[in-house]
């Protein structure tokens, strides 16, 4: 993306998709309003140049030669109090994608351009309608798939994390401060601004705000792309039955053949507004058939990238078993599934401590809600609402663990008595970090261009 920063022309695009009964069209720029009025005629003679902020006209949309392209509404908008801070109007058609496209064309035969992806929040940006931990918010917020991310995504858009980070700063610009005008006094040895016992315990405060925000981010990114679960265990033990059930349809091939399933099936599920990603795979048997042991390798690296593993049993397994696959995911969340309960007259009793058991049929879709508690139970997701800060995105987090290696060498400083123009250095890359989230100073064009490149272009 060719990014246009601080473009002064007016631009439009489609803001909703064609097809639909209605369609939106975003035209934004000092001279929006004049070039809508252009192909604009308002059925009581009116003109958008003098029509107030706020307010909504009918009318017709008229191409170069005059014809009319379609009966509109057009809601104008005058700066500050738009999207993008500037001028704007947006014209309501019906959602034909000729029709859609002829009143395009109409626009940028006025003097229009058309926008490039995320032009529009780019502007809102550099306007100062959003910041740029917010205007990466809009992008979530458009592309959230379930409540979970669309609740974290409309806390970081209300502009929650950004005052954590606004805190942040001003607890940082404090420990500065103190440290510069001691060095502004520097010919007064005798002179301390600021108490070094202090100044650690508001570092100490500041790294321990920092790692709460970078520890959500195993959860943000669960949220995101899905809570990895592994179903793991023998061949024809009912993995590929079980998938179908969690599902809710027949994703997977069920056999009472051997070895069925040879490679991973993947797909994605809902639990209380959590997705999950549910993974099958080939069971764990020995095998001299090539393809199959490719698959029983891909099973054990599926095991060892998810957060959640299931392990399906039909039959009592051995103590060496239990032992094998408590080793095996170490670290994870591990949930024992006695499946084929509606052929046992009598549950079996695992062997091995400490072993999480849900018995089920998924054949007859016994017990099924109760596995799916015990899922999501151990996804261990905090409770989520619309002040819920939680980091989702790589950039965020990776500048977050930049200040948070600062801020612990400003705590060594402190406890080996350096001096104040060291320990200022590294509060002041700290600063530098948590700025650079929020675009608090110059951002570089090629930055802001990789951020908004991913929305689409009505935004």
């Given at each position: 993306?060719?990014t246009?920063?601080?473009?002064?022309?007016?631009?439009?695009?489609?803001?909703?998709?064609?097809?639909?009964?209605?369609?939106?069209?975003?035209?934004?720029?000092?001279?929006?309003?004049?070039?809508?009025?252009?192909?604009?005629?308002?059925?009581?003679?009116?003109?958008?140049?003098?029509?107030?902020?706020?307010?909504?006209?009918?009318?017709?949309?008229?191409?170069?030669?005059?014809?009319?392209?379609?009966?509109?509404?057009?809601?104008?908008?005058?700066a500050?109090?738009?999207?993008?801070?500037?001028?704007?109007?947006?014209?309501?058609?019906?959602?034909?994608?000729?029709?859609?496209?002829?009143?395009?064309?109409?626009?940028?035969?006025?003097?229009?351009?058309?926008?490039?992806?995320?032009?529009?929040?780019q502007?809102?940006?550099?306007?100062?309608?959003?910041?740029?931990?917010?205007?990466?918010?809009?992008?979530?917020?458009?592309?959230?798939?379930?409540?979970?991310?669309?609740?974290?995504?409309?806390?970081?858009?209300?502009?929650?994390?950004?005052?954590?980070?606004?805190?942040?700063?001003?607890?940082?610009?404090?420990?500065?401060?103190?440290?510069?005008?001691?060095?502004?006094?520097?010919d007064?040895?005798?002179?301390?601004?600021?108490?070094?016992?202090?100044?650690?315990?508001?570092?100490?405060?500041i790294?321990?705000?920092?790692k709460?925000?970078?520890?959500?981010?195993?959860?943000g990114?669960?949220?995101?792309?899905?809570?990895?679960?592994?179903?793991?265990?023998?061949?024809?033990?009912?993995?590929?039955?079980?998938?179908?059930?969690?599902?809710?349809?027949?994703?997977?091939?069920?056999?009472?053949?051997?070895?069925?399933?040879?490679?991973?099936?993947?797909?994605?599920?809902?639990?209380?507004?959590?997705?999950?990603?549910?993974?099958?795979?080939?069971?764990?048997?020995?095998?001299?058939?090539?393809?199959?042991?490719?698959?029983?390798?891909?099973?054990?690296?599926?095991?060892?990238?998810?957060?959640?593993?299931?392990?399906?049993?039909?039959e009592?397994?051995?103590?060496?078993?239990?032992?094998?696959?408590q080793?095996?995911?170490?670290?994870?969340?591990?949930?024992?599934?006695?499946?084929?309960?509606?052929?046992?007259?009598v549950?079996?009793?695992?062997?091995?401590?400490?072993?999480?058991?849900?018995?089920?049929?998924?054949?007859?879709?016994?017990?099924?809600?109760?596995?799916?508690?015990?899922?999501?139970?151990?996804?261990?997701?905090?409770?989520?609402?619309?002040?819920?800060?939680?980091?989702t995105?790589?950039?965020?987090?990776?500048?977050?663990?930049?200040?948070?290696?600062?801020?612990?060498?400003?705590?060594?400083?402190?406890?080996?008595?350096?001096?104040?123009?060291?320990?200022?250095?590294?509060?002041?890359i700290?600063?530098?970090?948590?700025?650079?989230?929020?675009?608090?100073?110059?951002?570089?064009?090629?930055?802001?261009?990789?951020?908004?490149?991913?929305?689409?272009?009505?935004?």
């Amino acid at each position: 993306m060719s990014t246009v920063v601080g473009g002064s022309d007016v631009i439009c695009s489609l803001a909703t998709q064609p097809g639909g009964a209605i369609g939106v069209i975003r035209v934004s720029g000092e001279e929006a309003i004049e070039i809508t009025d252009k192909v604009f005629h308002s059925v009581r003679g009116r003109h958008l140049q003098n029509a107030k902020g706020n307010t909504l006209y009918y009318g017709e949309i008229l191409d170069k030669e005059g014809n009319t392209i379609d009966d509109v509404l057009v809601s104008v908008f005058r700066a500050p109090h738009s999207y993008t801070g500037e001028n704007s109007t947006e014209i309501s058609c019906h959602g034909s994608a000729y029709i859609l496209n002829q009143v395009v064309k109409a626009l940028i035969d006025a003097g229009c351009r058309q926008a490039q992806p995320g032009e529009y929040t780019q502007r809102a940006y550099l306007n100062g309608k959003m910041d740029l931990s917010q205007a990466e918010a809009v992008a979530d917020l458009i592309s959230a798939s379930n409540r979970a991310t669309h609740k974290v995504a409309l806390s970081q858009l209300k502009g929650h994390f950004s005052s954590e980070l606004s805190i942040l700063r001003e607890q940082l610009l404090k420990m500065t401060s103190l440290l510069e005008l001691e060095l502004d006094f520097s010919d007064h040895e005798e002179l301390e601004f600021a108490d070094r016992t202090e100044l650690k315990a508001l570092a100490e405060t500041i790294h321990q705000k920092i790692k709460t925000l970078t520890d959500s981010f195993e959860t943000g990114k669960a949220l995101k792309k899905g809570v990895p679960v592994a179903i793991v265990g023998k061949t024809n033990v009912g993995k590929s039955t079980l998938l179908n059930c969690l599902l809710h349809e027949e994703k997977a091939i069920v056999s009472n053949i051997h070895g069925t399933t040879r490679d991973v099936i993947e797909d994605t599920t809902e639990i209380k507004g959590v997705t999950f990603r549910f993974i099958d795979t080939a069971g764990i048997r020995h095998t001299d058939d090539q393809i199959e042991k490719l698959g029983i390798e891909r099973a054990y690296q599926k095991m060892d990238e998810a957060a959640i593993v299931l392990w399906v049993l039909d039959e009592q397994p051995t103590v060496e078993e239990c032992a094998e696959m408590q080793r095996l995911t170490q670290g994870k969340h591990l949930i024992t599934i006695f499946n084929k309960i509606d052929n046992k007259t009598v549950e079996p009793k695992l062997v091995g401590a400490g072993l999480h058991t849900v018995y089920i049929s998924a054949k007859l879709k016994q017990n099924i809600t109760a596995l799916e508690e015990a899922i999501y139970d151990a996804a261990d997701i905090p409770e989520i609402n619309e002040n819920s800060v939680i980091i989702t995105s790589a950039r965020h987090y990776e500048a977050l663990t930049h200040a948070d290696e600062s801020i612990l060498r400003v705590i060594e400083a402190l406890d080996f008595g350096l001096s104040g123009d060291l320990v200022s250095e590294d509060l002041r890359i700290c600063l530098y970090q948590l700025a650079d989230i929020t675009g608090g100073q110059i951002t570089p064009h090629e930055v802001l261009g990789n951020i908004f490149k991913h929305f689409c272009i009505g935004k």
